[in-house]
């Protein structure tokens, strides 16, 4: 079974930037969609963006468009997220999550895409924390 394992987060101030880490257990998972998640205190987790098998297509939560970049690097069995113009509202610890079910971010609407129903494996998260 795949497994994920985060690594990354940390402490930024406001209008800073930060990459996270996602890697995968072995060379399969190339065939899983690959999606980025947050949950902060007391609010329910949130997809953010995710990527396609392949890496043929992303899909992103509209209030992180422009700031936040999916992108896989298959070689090295990593998907990263890359954040920029980072507020305190993205304060959150960060889930990444895989699934291999066809569609999931190209077919799919980037709603279902996003939806943590729609993974079955996932990370043990990293924290992210934006403040001055």
């Known amino acids: 079974q795949l497994r994920l394992v985060e690594s990354g987060g940390g402490l930024v101030q406001p209008g800073g930037s930060l990459t996270l880490s996602c890697v995968a257990s072995?060379?399969?998972?190339?065939?899983?969609?690959i999606g980025w998640f947050r949950q902060a205190p007391g609010k329910d987790r949130e997809g953010v963006a995710c990527?396609?098998?392949?890496?043929?297509?992303?899909e992103y939560l509209e209030s992180v468009k422009g700031r936040f970049t999916i992108s896989r690097d298959s070689a090295k069995k990593t998907i990263y997220l890359q954040m920029f113009d980072l507020k305190p509202e993205d304060t959150a610890v960060y889930y990444c999550?895989?699934?291999?079910?066809?569609?999931?971010?190209?077919?799919?609407?980037?709603?279902?895409?996003?939806?943590?129903?729609?993974?079955?494996?996932w990370g043990q998260g990293v924290q992210v924390t934006v403040s001055a």
């Open positions: 999550a895989a699934d291999q079910r066809p569609g999931l971010c190209t077919i799919y609407s980037t709603y279902d895409s996003l939806r943590t129903n729609a993974y079955t494996t």
């Open positions: 990527v396609s098998q392949g890496d043929s297509n992303t």
């Open positions: 072995d060379f399969t998972e190339i065939y899983y969609g």
